[in-house]
């Protein structure tokens, strides 16, 4: 049975083929066209990476290998650097 610590307390899982448009992060399993831009997931994220209730965060669907270069890695810690209180 939930206690009410488990009830108040929540961990954001982020998936990042939510920015799957593939021009904007090749980097993504399962890219979508019709994916949010680098702002518009910063503004879906930010009341739940700020509220008091956050646990923790975790970042899915980034398969590094597929970052040559390190850049789409670098502008998801931005974005997480953005939100986080």
């Known amino acids: 049975m939930p206690t ?7 961990w954001l899982p ?3 083929t939510v920015e799957g448009d ?14 949010l831009d680098w702002d518009q997931v910063a503004d879906v994220l930010t009341p739940m990476a700020r509220s008091p209730r956050l646990l923790g965060v975790s970042i899915a669907d980034f398969p590094p ?4 270069s390190g850049d789409l890695a670098t502008r ?3 974005v997480l650097e953005r939100v986080l209180p």
């Open 76 to 78: 998801i810690v931005g």
């Open 65 to 68: 290998d597929l970052d040559f």
């Open 14 to 16: 982020s998936a990042e």
């Open 22 to 35: 593939p021009a904007s992060l090749p980097a993504a399993t399962y890219p979508q066209s019709s994916g």
């Open 4 to 10: 009410s610590m488990s009830l108040t307390r929540s």
